[in-house]
Structures are given as structure tokens and as C-alpha cells.
């Protein structure tokens, strides 16, 4: 098998700021894996919190290349992909290595991923679709803007130095969608009393789950806080892999699998299995990326209590389409492999 990798940045429409950052672009960087003369693809983008750089993805890709390599073709590939024989690899990489060869697989048996996964029809799922900490009266406008393109489902960011401030943002957004079902993600923002102190007040507000309001780095601690919140509380930074979700399943409400942060498909699916009948529901999320690195979580996406695949949404001109979105529900499709094609359908695709 041969690849190739190609990069690209991606911009976003208007720059998203959370509690520790604000985002304006990444880079993202394509693996192509071909074989006799079909190509399958997957993405990996940069990120500060996760430490992947331009430099670090293209190297990490390179060492991946060398052992796809080894093989004659790419099931066999898959294979020791999901066997765990690439365990060591950076999740990020790992998920947009299985992610090609997912593509190139289900090319060459004329099958859409979600169909190699078991599932009888392709997925779709109502996503959440992201406000960043902004003014209340642009919170508002864009959420009566998104009411209207049809999204059910607001997720609102919280973490503001005056939490004061995403009670404000919060009040608007009710406001101007009455109907959505509102999540708050603050990132980490808040000590364990601050948590305490406002989640009632989130409560009061509508809000039906919030995302990692404490610091990562102590899941005992956002366990405690899980047991005697209002709201169900989904792990998120505290919970990056099988193991994580292992000690967390059944003390938190939910789990938030990213393929990029977990290794992949084939880990996503562990994560699911771990904590099927334990209490916790598993959330599928997502960083800023293209419609092809949205596109494996989307055949994932009839499994998932929360569903928060937007990343692609966010940017000002996405290069891939096929998972749809702008209406407020991803769908897989039909067609073979994961189902999304370059907008300008460049040979070899």
C-alpha cells in the first residue's frame, strides 16, 4: 500500500473562544492509503491542548506510513489496527490512520462504514451546535439564527472569569430558542464550590447536562461532584481512553469519546461497550475539524445519548462534504467507505 499526506488549514468562520483559548484556524493533515488504484482518507488536525503541531502530525503519519507499508492490503491492516497493535501511537494519528483505512476497506467491499460496524441504516443524530463565550446579545442572535436553520440542540460555553457572565449568555440563548435542549461546557473552568454554587442556577435555567466543569487531572473529584449534581455531568478531559472510562463508568452521566482524544473507531466502540448498563451514557464530540474528520463519528452516531459533531460547521469553507449538518442533523449516507467526497472532487477521491 502507498500514502500520501497532504496539509491544509482550516479557518474558521468566527474565531470560538473557550475558558483557556480561543481558536481561529488549524491545520489539518490528510493521510491518503492506496491500493490498486483506490484510495481511502483520513484527517488529523492540530491542537495546543493535545500538543500536535503541524510538525508532530506529518512525523507521526510518516512512522505510520513505514508500517502500513508491511502490508499486502489494507483489511489486514485494519485488522492489527483493531487488535491494539498500534496502541503506542498518538491517539489523533492513530483514529485518522483507522479512519483511511476504514474508507479504503469499505471502498473495496462496496460497504459504508456504518454497515461494517453492524448498523442495518446509516446514522443520523440531532448535533449540538457550539456557542462560544461571547456577549449575551450575540449568544442571542446566534442562537435565534441556529433555531431557525433547525438545530434542537445549543451547546453553550461557559468558564468566563465573572461566572456571572455565562448566566447572562445562558439567559439569552433561552431566550432566543426556547425549544433547544442547552448543554454547558465550561472546559475545566471551575473549582469544585464554584461548581456547587452555580450548576442550581444552570438548573434553573434548562440547561440538561454539563461538560467537565471541573479542572481535569482529578476524576475522584469529578466524581464526587457527578453524585450530588442537579445536572448529569459528562467527563470529558478526564476521560481520554478505555481506562479512564473504566474508573469513571457508572460514577459520572456521561462520557464524552472523541475519536481523536481515545485512538479511533475501534476505541470509541470499547469506550461504548465498557460502559453499556453502568449509568453512564456515552456523548460523541469532536475538535474543529473538516467533514472528513467529523465523518467517523458520524456512523457512530445512533449510539451516542449526546451528540456533538459540529467541528465542521464551524469553518468558513469546509474542503469535504457527505455528513450534512447545516439543518442540525449529521447523517451517514450510503455510499461506500465513510461517504465524503472533496467539494471539487479532485481525481483520485
Same mark, same amino acid.
Given at each position: 500500500?502507498?500514502?500520501?499526506?497532504?496539509?491544509?488549514?482550516?479557518?474558521?468562520?468566527?474565531?470560538?473562544?473557550?475558558?483557556?483559548?480561543?481558536?481561529?484556524?488549524?491545520?489539518?493533515?490528510?493521510?491518503?492509503?492506496?491500493?490498486?488504484?483506490?484510495? $481511502?482518507?483520513?484527517?488529523?488536525?492540530?491542537?495546543?491542548?493535545? $500538543? @500536535?503541531?503541524?510538525?508532530?502530525?506529518?512525523?507521526?503519519?510518516?512512522?505510520?506510513?513505514?508500517?502500513?507499508?508491511?502490508?499486502?492490503?489494507?483489511?489486514?491492516?485494519?485488522?492489527?489496527?483493531?487488535?491494539?497493535?498500534?496502541?503506542?501511537?498518538?491517539?489523533?494519528?492513530?483514529? +485518522?490512520?483507522?479512519?483511511? @483505512?476504514?474508507?479504503?476497506?469499505?471502498?473495496?467491499?462496496?460497504?459504508?462504514?456504518?454497515?461494517?460496524?453492524?448498523?442495518?441504516?446509516?446514522?443520523?443524530?440531532?448535533?449540538?451546535?457550539?456557542?462560544?463565550?461571547?456577549?449575551?446579545?450575540?449568544?442571542?442572535?446566534?442562537?435565534?439564527?441556529?433555531?431557525?436553520?433547525?438545530?434542537?440542540?445549543?451547546?453553550?460555553?461557559?468558564? +468566563?472569569?465573572?461566572?456571572?457572565?455565562?448566566?447572562?449568555?445562558v439567559r439569552a440563548v433561552r431566550a432566543a430558542a426556547p425549544g433547544a435542549r442547552?448543554? @454547558?461546557?465550561?472546559?475545566?473552568?471551575?473549582?469544585?464550590?464554584?461548581?456547587?454554587?452555580?450548576?442550581?442556577?444552570?438548573?434553573?435555567?434548562?440547561?440538561?447536562?454539563?461538560?467537565?466543569?471541573?479542572?481535569?487531572?482529578?476524576?475522584?473529584?469529578?466524581?464526587?461532584?457527578?453524585?450530588?449534581?442537579?445536572?448529569?455531568?459528562?467527563?470529558?478531559?478526564?476521560?481520554?481512553?478505555?481506562?479512564?472510562?473504566?474508573?469513571?463508568?457508572?460514577?459520572?452521566?456521561?462520557?464524552?469519546?472523541? @475519536?481523536?482524544?481515545?485512538? $479511533?473507531?475501534?476505541?470509541?466502540?470499547?469506550?461504548?461497550?465498557?460502559?453499556?448498563?453502568?449509568?453512564?451514557?456515552?456523548?460523541?464530540?469532536?475538535?474543529?475539524?473538516?467533514?472528513?474528520?467529523?465523518?467517523?463519528?458520524?456512523?457512530?452516531?445512533?449510539?451516542?445519548?449526546?451528540?456533538?459533531?459540529? $467541528?465542521?460547521?464551524?469553518?468558513?469553507?469546509?474542503?469535504?462534504?457527505?455528513?450534512?449538518?447545516?439543518?442540525?442533523?449529521?447523517?451517514?449516507?450510503?455510499?461506500?467507505?465513510?461517504?465524503?467526497?472533496?467539494?471539487?472532487?479532485?481525481?483520485?477521491?
Amino acid at each position: 500500500m502507498k500514502t500520501d499526506q497532504f496539509v491544509q488549514q482550516l479557518t474558521l468562520t468566527e474565531p470560538l473562544r473557550i475558558s483557556r483559548s480561543t481558536t481561529a484556524a488549524r491545520e489539518a493533515v490528510r493521510l491518503t492509503v492506496e491500493h490498486e488504484g483506490q484510495h $481511502g482518507h483520513g484527517e488529523a488536525v492540530t491542537s495546543v491542548y493535545y $500538543g @500536535l503541531d503541524r510538525r508532530t502530525l506529518t512525523r507521526a503519519l510518516d512512522t505510520e506510513s513505514r508500517w502500513l507499508a508491511r502490508f499486502a492490503e489494507p483489511e489486514s491492516a485494519l485488522a492489527a489496527v483493531r487488535d491494539g497493535e498500534r496502541r503506542e501511537t498518538a491517539p489523533a494519528v492513530l483514529a +485518522a490512520v483507522e479512519s483511511a @483505512l476504514l474508507d479504503l476497506v469499505g471502498r473495496r467491499a462496496g460497504l459504508p462504514v456504518h454497515a461494517m460496524l453492524g448498523a442495518a441504516a446509516p446514522p443520523s443524530a440531532a448535533t449540538a451546535r457550539t456557542i462560544g463565550i461571547t456577549t449575551p446579545g450575540r449568544a442571542e442572535a446566534q442562537a435565534a439564527r441556529l433555531a431557525g436553520d433547525g438545530f434542537s440542540v445549543l451547546k453553550i460555553k461557559a468558564g +468566563a472569569p465573572d461566572p456571572a457572565e455565562d448566566l447572562e449568555r445562558v439567559r439569552a440563548v433561552r431566550a432566543a430558542a426556547p425549544g433547544a435542549r442547552l448543554l @454547558l461546557d465550561p472546559n475545566g473552568a471551575w473549582t469544585a464550590r464554584t461548581a456547587e454554587r452555580l450548576l442550581p442556577l444552570f438548573a434553573a435555567l434548562g440547561v440538561e447536562a454539563v461538560e467537565q466543569p471541573l479542572e481535569p487531572g482529578d476524576p475522584e473529584a469529578l466524581a464526587r461532584l457527578a453524585r450530588r449534581s442537579p445536572l448529569p455531568v459528562i467527563a470529558d478531559e478526564d476521560a481520554a481512553g478505555a481506562e479512564d472510562a473504566r474508573r469513571l463508568a457508572g460514577r459520572v452521566q456521561g462520557i464524552n469519546v472523541k @475519536l481523536a482524544k481515545c485512538g $479511533g473507531v475501534s476505541a470509541a466502540l470499547r469506550i461504548a461497550e465498557l460502559i453499556a448498563d453502568t449509568g453512564t451514557d456515552l456523548m460523541l464530540g469532536c475538535l474543529t475539524a473538516s467533514s472528513l474528520g467529523i465523518a467517523p463519528a458520524v456512523h457512530l452516531a445512533d449510539r451516542a445519548r449526546w451528540v456533538d459533531l459540529d $467541528g465542521h460547521l464551524l469553518l468558513a469553507d469546509d474542503p469535504w462534504s457527505g455528513i450534512g449538518g447545516t439543518d442540525g442533523t449529521v447523517r451517514a449516507n450510503r455510499s461506500p467507505g465513510l461517504g465524503v467526497r472533496l467539494r471539487d472532487r479532485e481525481a483520485g477521491t
